[in-house]
């Protein structure tokens, strides 16, 4: 008997998310990730610190390196547009080990930097009303993944009334310090190191080099751009111009008070012992000094909602590429049917940092942030090394001009910054390393027919 034909059965499409975001909602969602306000008055004060009148010129040579490292995002993320982001386009360039690691990598960070940061609300609303830290800390994340869970224009709506609030702030801080200079601009220039006691040394390019990751964190967020890859409109064009507005807008945001704070700080002693705080309360009063602390208040909120959102997109990506259990990827690509959102991965990859601003001092890890922003930006780079290979010259892409320039820059600067960098913090982020790559060996590699890492059309 003659059996009838039967169609094989076509696989199950992957789960994906809306294109809502036109360019404008995405660099307003992907400044406040950057967060220039909250960066500046909570990571700033450590340049000043280290550097003294050379923060300006430690913060430049960040904005440029921090250049060639978006060069590296905009091309990448336009070759492999995906809400994994680093993960995503690493795997794509050099396979599934190095993308699994840049995942471990990128994932520690996305745990441990919104706590990190929500910690710092306590401080800023002590004008107002007394409240712990770590229960100040702990709401803010709870708070932020209520929001996250929302639609992302809804999303982009808050967030850029937020960004509005921070940036005034940051503008309240410029205008002062210029309004009151006490010295030149040759302090720019020819910069020295304060001891905090009345005496200085100069400022060298060991001085810079031992600051430069610092500085680039004070700018990283711009690669939230390729989180949201899946999510606007055009991604080939708009995922590049996203990625430099944003860090364009937040370079502004962030140097220019800076340069006025070094300008107009009545003693350059102040750069190691003061905070912006202090500084606006002597230029403007109290009242002033109020609204301002408000104001960063507001911006530590904007920047850990973007933080989570954009986490929770990342373990949506990873679970729909296959990299956990059936079950467990099954739970972490489920999406909101009225919001559109990945809502368990969101929940999954916020709820823990509730935790750990309640009960944990995190605030030790801040060092080891910064080397790991530095390893993963080490591996886009040698990533976007492989985008002009024959597999990948005739794709449509944006392609950054200078090539192979921007990438070596990268390696070359950070190759040596990292050389800089505390020991414990550098043996940390190696037994992320270590952790991640066994997870590989005994799970991911003997499934390596499975297919893993999901292609996302541009329509």
């Given amino acids: 008997m003659i059996q009838p034909h039967v169609a094989p059965t076509a696989a199950p499409a992957s789960p994906s998310l809306a294109r809502m975001l036109g360019l404008f909602g995405a660099v307003l969602l992907t400044l406040s990730c950057i967060t220039p306000a909250s960066s500046l008055f909570i990571i700033v004060p450590e340049v000043l610190a280290g550097q003294g009148s050379g923060a300006v010129l430690t913060?430049?040579?960040?904005?440029?390196?921090?250049?060639?490292?978006?060069?590296?995002?905009?091309?990448?993320?336009?070759?492999?547009?995906?809400?994994?982001?680093?993960?995503?386009?690493?795997?794509?360039?050099?396979?599934?080990?190095?993308?699994?690691?840049?995942?471990?990598?990128?994932?520690?960070?996305?745990?441990?930097?919104?706590?990190?940061?929500?910690?710092?609300?306590?401080?800023?609303?002590?004008?107002?009303?007394?409240?712990?830290?770590?229960?100040?800390?702990?709401?803010?994340?709870?708070?932020?993944?209520?929001?996250?869970?929302?639609?992302?224009?809804?999303?982009?709506l808050i967030t850029g009334i937020f960004l509005a609030i921070e940036v005034v702030a940051a503008g309240v801080v410029a205008v002062l310090g210029l309004a009151n200079t006490r010295r030149g601009v040759d302090v720019l220039v020819s910069p020295v190191l304060p001891d905090g006691h009345g005496g200085t040394s100069p400022f060298g390019v060991a001085a810079l080099m031992a600051g430069l990751t610092v500085a680039m964190f004070v700018v990283n967020g711009f690669g939230t751009a390729t989180y949201l890859a899946e999510e606007i409109k055009e991604p080939r064009?708009?995922?590049?111009?996203?990625?430099?507005?944003?860090?364009?807008?937040?370079?502004?945001?962030?140097?220019?008070?800076?340069?006025?704070?070094?300008?107009?700080?009545?003693?350059?002693?102040?750069?190691?012992?003061?905070?912006?705080?202090d500084y606006v309360r002597a230029w403007g009063g109290d009242g002033v000094a109020t609204a301002v602390d408000l104001g960063i208040a507001i911006a530590i909120f904007n920047a850990v909602l973007v933080m989570v959102l954009q986490n929770g997109r990342v373990v949506f990506a990873s679970a729909r590429?296959?990299?956990?259990?059936?079950?467990?990827?099954g739970l972490l690509t489920r999406i909101h049917p009225r919001w559109g959102s990945p809502y368990v991965a969101t929940l999954v990859i916020a709820l823990p940092g509730v935790v750990m601003a309640a009960l944990l001092d995190i605030e030790q890890l801040l060092g080891l942030t910064s080397v790991i922003v530095t390893v993963v930006s080490l591996l886009l780079a040698a990533a976007a090394l492989r985008s002009r290979t024959a597999e990948h010259r005739r794709e449509r892409a944006w392609r950054m001009p200078l090539w192979p320039v921007p990438p070596l820059v990268v390696i070359g600067a950070?190759?040596?910054?990292?050389?800089?960098?505390?020991?414990?913090?550098l043996l940390i982020a190696a037994?992320?390393?270590v952790l991640f790559a066994a997870y590989y060996v005994l799970y991911l590699r003997p499934r390596r027919a499975t297919h893993w890492l999901v292609t996302v059309p541009e329509d």
């Fill in 59 to 156: 913060l430049l040579a960040g904005v440029v390196v921090s250049a060639a490292v978006g060069c590296c995002y905009a091309e990448l993320g336009t070759l492999k547009p995906s809400s994994g982001g680093e993960y995503a386009m690493v795997t794509a360039m050099l396979g599934r080990l190095s993308g699994w690691l840049t995942f471990g990598l990128s994932i520690s960070l996305l745990i441990v930097i919104p706590p990190i940061i929500a910690l710092g609300t306590a401080d800023y609303l002590s004008d107002l009303f007394s409240v712990d830290r770590a229960v100040a800390g702990a709401v803010v994340m709870l708070a932020a993944a209520a929001f996250a869970v929302l639609d992302i224009r809804s999303n982009a």
């Fill in 431 to 433: 037994g992320i390393v």
């Fill in 414 to 425: 950070l190759g040596y910054a990292l050389f800089e960098q505390d020991l414990g913090d």
């Fill in 237 to 277: 064009r708009n995922i590049a111009r996203t990625v430099f507005w944003s860090l364009g807008l937040a370079a502004v945001v962030i140097i220019v008070p800076v340069t006025a704070t070094v300008l107009g700080v009545g003693s350059l002693d102040d750069l190691v012992n003061g905070s912006f705080s």
């Fill in 321 to 329: 590429d296959r990299a956990w259990p059936a079950p467990v990827s």
